[in-house]
């Protein structure tokens, strides 16, 4: 496994209850800001076996990205119940939901 795979796992499982981080956010925390679908590749293949909360994913825009009806669904459902509010069907207020890791770390953005 590559170190950028063992940081994304790490972020991804210390996103809070009821907070989300973008794709593109994971990536560049993880150190390659450029390969946000790596992040997909990784929830995709690894959500399961590592326990990652990976309904806490959403995309730059601060939706919910599925386009198969029940898995959006399911992501919904999943944010709604750890108190997260929609703004509209399939979006969020980043302003609001965002976790920003790095001041979570106490480091300098």
């Not at 210390?14 to 390969?35: E, F, L």
């Not at 198969?68 to 979006?91: C, H, N, P, W, Y």
Request: no cysteine.
């Amino acid at each position: 496994m590559t170190q950028f795979t063992k940081n994304v796992i790490n972020i991804i499982k210390n996103i809070p209850s009821g907070k989300v981080m973008t794709y593109g956010q994971i990536a560049k925390a993880a150190g390659s800001p450029r390969a946000a679908r790596q992040v997909v590749r990784i929830l995709h293949s690894m959500s399961e076996k590592y326990n990652l909360p990976w309904h806490r994913v959403i995309n730059s825009k601060g939706e919910i990205g599925f386009k198969d009806e029940e898995m959006f669904q399911t992501q919904k459902s999943l944010l709604i119940s750890e108190g997260v509010q929609f703004k509209s069907d399939r979006a969020i207020s980043l302003l609001v939901y965002l976790w920003d890791i790095d001041w979570e770390f106490g480091e300098q953005p």
